[in-house]
């Protein structure tokens, strides 16, 4: 209905309005968050050679990837990043994100380098850059840890808030120019843009961290830091267009939003609905992200397989992802069923770990991995496709950029937490094992599917919710020509 009375209210076409303007919008802000996606995961394959090349050992190498959520959790950078959209609008974010990621970029870049190595700064992150590895420890660095190595998780820290700064700029954005069109469809193709950036830096970054036999480790992310500086760019052009889109709006007599407050949170952190979707978010995404980073061993583990082997088994996976999330998200804008495909994605997650847990250690066969694979796929292209799209049909679009930002703060936590609680239960469970292949999984891998449990039953009590309350969730994002029709004569008459 609000769609239908802005078009009434707003005879004159919009930037938006024009097919070309918002799929180049598109193209722009998905750019930037493939780039980012690049640089989340371009040491992911390299763990051999960083031990290799700058001694660090696996706690080294956690504790730096860990670093990523650091300040978003504990500093709430993303709750105060959710405020700076909201009071700010999209294109200051954006820029501000971008040149977040890039400065971050620079600086892990730079702790890999050779200059480094021979400068006064490594010196003092040797000797103050420190902290006491007791358990608790949960900060990114510890007594010992290699100065490159802290460095890094410096940088990542830094990198990882213009990354999620980047994540619900690009989204609130998306709404911007998509809402009451392609809106699924749109969000659908910048996850799975986001997706192939994965892939590419399983294959891309080891050919290249490898080139002409000559190891190097700050090679490919000197190159993805460049990529950062592209996307960057990209934001830059993507705000010209955002100005020319909201100046036209103003003076359209286009629908003008109240002014942002801040005591105006009150209504997200009020809101049950918001809560039940906040917390399948972090139950779904905790048994998705932390199980990728343990994936490639526990299939190793269980199938016999070397490291590159393992991992060419789990490409399919954001392959995979890639492929059917933008079909999931058109059929989302075309015939709804949002919180549906949410309680399915649950459910084929829980098959699949269920899978990992008991049916692959029993038979040893690739058929399954990779059937099992196929199938979280699918789930992590159900999940993404429909929850993202359905903010906008439970927040108001003045808080819209707080309420993605709460999310995703709330699901940093878990993306913090159940890596190392994965590991924790995979050396208490495994007790003496001293040989990397011979771990079992099946505790750690149960340990997600109950998540997947959890997730299944907000799922559950989010569709009975909507059936109640009527927010939407399974109707299409676009309008079909006869409920149009149906409203302009209710409104005429
Ligand atoms: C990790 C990040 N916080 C996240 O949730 N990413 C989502 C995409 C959210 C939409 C970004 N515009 C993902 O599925 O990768």
């Given at each position: ?36 996606y ?15 090349t ?9 504790r730096?990837a860990?670093?990523e959520t ?12 959710g405020i ?11 820029i501000?994100?971008?040149a ?10 730079y ?11 490594k ?12 358990w ?14 802290k ?29 009451g ?13 986001a ?21 190097s ?21 993507y ?14 007599g ?5 002014p942002f ?6 209504y ?47 490409f ?9 999330t ?9 015939k709804?069923?949002?919180a ?23 038979t ?34 003045r808080?819209l ?14 993306l ?6 994965i ?35 907000l ?30 004569e209710?409104?005429?008459?």
């Open positions: 209905m609000a769609n239908l009375q802005k078009s009434i209210s707003s005879p004159q076409e919009l930037l938006r309005d024009k097919a070309w303007a918002r799929w180049t919008a598109l193209v722009l802000l998905a750019s930037a968050m493939f780039f980012a690049i640089f989340v995961d371009v040491l992911s394959p390299l763990q051999e050679y960083l031990q290799s700058k001694g660090w050992d696996p706690s080294a190498y956690g730096f860990g670093s650091f300040l978003n959790v504990f500093v709430f950078f993303l709750i105060f990043a700076i959209l909201d009071k700010m609008g999209v294109r200051f974010t954006a501000l994100a971008g977040v990621m890039v400065a971050g970029g620079f600086i892990n870049y702790a890999l380098t050779d200059s480094f190595m021979e400068s006064g700064l010196n003092f992150m040797d000797d103050f850059v420190n902290l006491p590895d007791t608790w420890n949960i900060t990114p660095f510890y007594d010992g840890m290699p100065a490159s190595a460095l890094s998780a410096i940088g990542f820290m830094i990198f990882g808030c213009g990354c999620e700064m980047s994540g619900i700029t690009v989204s609130r954005g998306i709404v911007k120019w998509f809402e069109k392609e809106m699924a469809l749109a969000m659908g193709i910048e996850m799975a843009v997706r192939l950036g994965v892939a590419v830096v399983f294959l891309g970054s080891p050919a290249i961290a490898t080139f002409r036999d000559n190891i480790v700050s090679r490919p992310i000197a190159l993805s830091v460049l990529l950062l500086l592209i996307g960057l760019i990209g934001f830059i052009v705000s010209f267009m955002d100005k020319k889109l909201e100046n036209e709006m103003g003076s359209n286009e629908v003008k939003d109240d407050k801040i005591s105006d949170l009150k997200i952190f009020s809101s049950k609905v918001f809560w039940i979707v906040a917390l399948l978010c972090v139950l779904y995404y905790s048994a998705i992200f932390p199980f990728q980073k343990y994936a490639n061993n526990m299939l190793q583990c269980n199938l016999g397989i070397s490291a590159e082997a393992a991992g060419r088994v789990f399919v996976f954001p392959l995979g992802a890639a492929a059917i933008p079909l999931l998200g058109n059929f989302l804008d075309r709804g069923k949002g549906t495909m949410l309680i399915w994605g649950a459910i084929l997650m829980i098959i699949c770990h269920l899978t990992f847990a008991f049916v692959l250690p029993a040893r066969s690739a058929v399954i991995a990779y059937s099992a694979i196929v199938l979280l796929g699918i789930s992590f292209s159900l999940v993404p496709a429909s929850l993202w799209p359905s903010v906008p049909k439970l927040v108001d679009n808080l950029g707080s309420a993605y930002a709460v999310i995703f703060w709330i699901q940093n936590i878990g913090y937490a159940f890596p190392m609680i590991g924790a239960v995979l050396a208490a469970t495994n007790p003496g094992v001293e040989n990397a292949m011979d771990y079992n999984y099946t505790v750690p891998m149960l340990v997600f599917a109950s998540l997947g449990g959890l997730a299944l039953i799922g559950i009590i989010l569709k009975a919710l909507d059936a109640k309350k009527h927010y939407g969730l399974e109707l299409p994002n676009i309008p079909s020509e006869k409920s149009l029709e149906a409203e302009v209710s409104a005429e008459g």
